[in-house]
């Protein structure tokens, strides 16, 4: 079926409810970052498969949203002839429908694919200009994509307490305790990393994000009933596991339990953002109070407990040795012939080999970005969309990587180099290293948030005038999304205390467009530090166990603490992977950890 | 007559009024920062002189409320047989009238010394308890007090160009545009700084503040009606200074004016949040449309012109000389026989006595704290507030001061030795030393606020496990207010971008209670810097010149980059005072500045 047929498909279903437009966006009914194949409406009706956009079909045109890292991309994978191409944020797709439509028109959307907020701003939006917005019964697309991916089916996994620290009664009275305090009668779980977390439960539903997806309420007594697809708990006694409260039901029956509550009238609190207008339109419709505030599971999934901290350290050491020999065995190739023999493709294939090898290993924790030359310049470069670069022409190489454990998630970028690299970009390499060490050293009494420590790692290069357009640091789940809030280090970042346990990658990095891009990334957690003064402030204990390479800085953009702590950090790094490592890797690991 | 008897006849008139409560709050009707002596209508009613507050009286009790900085001040000040003593944000006096007062109480208020906001805000919480706020004709206070200070009648000043470096007329025109493209009709104006900025004129209406009172309206034209005193600008021709569509008339006619604009039925825009309770209410009951927004004139007349930069340079160039002679005095004097004879009071006196040495300086900018020991660990201290403390037994002194000048506005705080300073005191003025210079050397690109780059300045400090608890940086004005916004450099601070022409303090601290104090503080003005990157950064240059106290650093505290701009400092400061000072002044400098 080509894109054409598609989309004259959707416009005889548009018809047939009287509507002038249609909605789809990338986003499944769960609102998470990530989504399952059979998700991708968005591919399927248009092509593009970036990870976020929309796209909307109206009677006679079609138009697909992007925003500024898809701007390329979109170019490539949808056909001009049949969508215009429009910015996400700039030229959003509100105003291209009030530009488009006469008053009096109907746009289709499906209630499940958008949040509640975004359900109640565009409403009122088309309102003003006499455009209804309709609900549709069924999506649209789904009634003609006969090829659709089946989801799958494989089993959840009970985490154990070895490694979550806490049972999930626990963590359930804990959050309970808040939703009493607010007379809040039950809590709307949407996404899937808060209910896993709440429920020490994972499972393998969407690449990368070791999830089950389902729906969650969360009732002021603690007890839950879990609305996921019961096969992939056969076997598996989830009532032995997290309490005899939690019931597993068939996610078809979420509807009939949200009339249920709508019937009693209850309080039932959700996230406006993410939970979708479906789930607040049967509610409200059937008499619930809707109570709105930010997911209460989200804050102490974000702060690690112990057990936690101890899995990701575990998870880090061997994540590190893995690309250690990554690393090693990348130097050793380059001295061999016919470097142009490997490639982008061929290098991530490599390194996820080595991180294979660990038996506790279980998939990546996002798609790697392998990244020579120009390449690296664009930050979300992925080599399958297009040719993959061959080795050997190119100064450096930037590799973002991560892997998933059972005891934790992993994110680390290396920028290596992989040829003779110019002064220029051993400046900028310095200068970003630098900036990665002056945030790595920060300590911060309690209450400061990571827009007040992101310009520590832009300053190096703020006073030479550069910058990056990306956010400093992002949080780690723990064996869950390597991108969590709330916590984060960025300018238009968050105020939300840095607190205890929580991770946090620091990463920045310069993008040199057309020629070369550096970042350098560790993760690091919150903790307690030790000091003579008078109050308690926290520090960053680095987790990433991997060397930086020496061969790319130039010392005289450094001061004296930068080379103390870079001293520092090989001095840990040798000592923590060398046990792990033998023959040439460990000869590899002595040299690029040698003191400056 | 005696504040019990004062307390009484209020009382009185409330009865009289049928008022269960009546509230006097520190400000004025123009509710900016400083109000003068006959608005110190909370100090008559309890005693309390401090900058922020408020008492309450009922027909059986009475209470003040102070914020922390009073707390100890308060019982100093205020008869507890007459007042309870609370805290203003921990315990509102909105919350003590609700939890006091019984439903269908009458409170009465002053609608001209309360913000519309404020109004807004009280008036619907204490109708959820059925208690009227009643906005009463005439102060209760004004009638009873009978020595009341008359307001000063010192001239007005029409500021030069050669001191503005703008006409008015340009001036307004620009703010003018800003309300056409608003469909606005008029701005209502109400805090003398912005006033005093549109109009180019100054006065001598408060001390420290060089403004006239009063209020005006710009209109959409760019016309201003002008209220103030008239008298103050006999034989000064205002047309001729503004424009001719610049008119004056006596405060009494800004009522009528309000009027005419509701019965035009115009849009008129004020802040909420600083203009008072009386004009939006006169406004709205004539018939006009308020809109609510800052004040346009704020962030203009934060960006000083090159004119007003190149004054304010020679006004520190001034002031660093005067602050230089006195430290050198200081330094001679503590050679001298019988220090004690000296206290924080004449020392206060001995420095403005060499700042009024020069023709152009106008008047302290603030009240000088000059706080030896123990004293400087109170950040608001003033020694008029108790028995000045004698010279010769402390290690350490905190002085900080500022003067106006026809040219700017400067305040600075020097911390010097003037005993043994232990190693810890050593250990603490280098921490907060090396946070001032990290600020110093900031570079950052547009869009940056000041809460990005608070963290710099305490960094050294949070280290170490210490803190101090206020803002790094304020705004200052051009001969106007040495505290103004809206940029500002905080923890609690404005996402307001930094840029060119802003004048901030730089000025971390350390306070030991009941020890000592520490303060560090230069005025930088915002300004682009000259690199070789890509993209325009701003830097701070430093306008403040004079030489930060070498005895009490310990360097071991430092990087050599801070040893490297200290050194360029006082290579700076030597450059620019040495040819204003001579003899023993001379040589105290050469010493002072010489390089670590």
């Known amino acids: 079926m080509t894109h054409a047929s598609r989309i004259n498909a959707v416009r005889n279903s548009m018809t047939q409810q009287g509507l002038n437009a249609f909605i789809v966006p990338h986003d499944d009914e769960h609102l998470g970052e990530y989504i399952p194949p059979y998700a991708e409406r968005l591919n399927w009706i248009s092509g593009f498969n970036g990870s976020a956009g929309a796209a909307v079909v109206l009677a006679d045109k079609a138009a697909v949203f992007v925003d500024g890292r898809y701007t390329v991309q979109v170019r490539h994978q949808c056909d001009p002839a049949l969508f215009e191409y429009h910015h996400l944020i700039a030229e959003p797709y509100l105003d291209w429908l009030l530009a488009e439509l006469a008053p009096g028109s109907r746009v289709g959307f499906d ?166 207008a479906w789930s607040a339109l049967i509610l409200s419709q059937a008499g619930a109070e809707l109570v709105f505030a930010e997911d209460p599971c989200m804050l102490p999934k974000a702060c690690k407990n112990p057990v936690e901290v101890n899995g990701s350290r575990a998870a880090h050491l061997r994540d590190g040795a893995a690309v250690s020999r990554f690393l090693a065995w990348l130097d050793n190739r380059l001295q061999q012939p016919n470097p142009e023999q490997e490639d982008e493709g061929t290098l991530a294939d490599r390194l996820a080999a080595f991180r294979r090898q660990h038996p506790e290993f279980v998939e990546p924790s996002f798609n790697t970005i392998s990244a020579l030359g120009p390449n690296a310049a664009m930050c979300h470069y992925h080599h399958d969309n297009g040719t993959p670069r061959a080795l050997g022409q190119d100064a450096i190489y930037l590799v973002d990587s991560g892997g998933q454990y059972l005891d934790g998630t992993t994110d680390i970028t290396r920028t290596v180099a992989v040829g003779r690299p110019d002064d220029e970009m051993r400046k900028l390499f310095t200068l970003v290293l630098r900036g990665h060490i002056d945030l790595a050293c920060a300590r911060f009494p309690a209450g400061t948030g990571g827009l007040q420590l992101d310009a520590l790692a832009r300053m190096p290069l703020w006073q030479q005038g550069y910058n990056f357009d990306h956010g400093t640091g992002h949080g780690v789940g723990h064996y869950l999304s390597v991108h969590e809030g709330p916590q984060r280090i960025s300018p238009k970042g968050s105020m939300i205390p840095l607190t205890t346990g929580m991770i946090v990658s620091n990463e920045p990095g310069y993008y040199r467009e057309d020629g070369f891009g550096i970042r350098c990334e560790n993760l690091q957690v919150v903790q307690p530090a030790d000091t003579d003064g008078e109050i308690p402030v926290f520090e960053f204990e680095t987790l990433t166990l991997v060397p930086f390479d020496t061969r790319l800085l130039d010392v005289d953009w450094l001061e004296p603490k930068h080379v103390r702590w870079l001293n520092q950090y090989h001095q840990t790094v040798w000592e923590q992977l060398s046990p792990q490592l033998s023959g040439d890797d460990l000869a590899w690991l002595e040299q690029a950890t040698r003191p400056l």
Chains 1, 2 share one sequence.
Not at 173 to 202: F, M, V, Y
Not at 209 to 229: K, M
């Open 111 to 276: 209630p499940r694919l958008h949040s509640h907020h975004w359900h109640r701003n565009a409403e009122a939006r088309l309102a003003a200009s006499n455009i209804m917005l309709v609900p549709v019964d069924g999506n649209l697309i789904d009634s003609h994509w006969h090829d659709r991916p089946v989801p799958a089916s494989r089993p959840a996994l009970l985490l154990d307490q070895e490694y979550s620290g806490q049972h999930s009664e626990a963590k359930r009275s804990r959050i309970a305790d808040t939703l009493a305090a607010g007379k809040i009668d039950a809590q709307l779980l949407t996404q899937a990393e808060p209910i896993n977390w709440l429920l020490n439960i994972r499972g393998r539903d969407i690449d990368c994000l070791p999830v089950v997806l389902g729906f969650a309420l969360l009732h002021r007594s603690g007890a839950v009933q879990l609305f996921a697809d019961t096969d992939k708990f056969e076997g598996l006694d989830l009532q032995v596991h997290c309490g005899q409260d939690v019931t597993l039901a068939p996610v078809g029956e979420l509807e009939a339990a949200l009339q249920t509550l709508g019937e009693q009238g209850a309080r039932v609190q959700l996230d406006p953002h993410t939970a979708n």
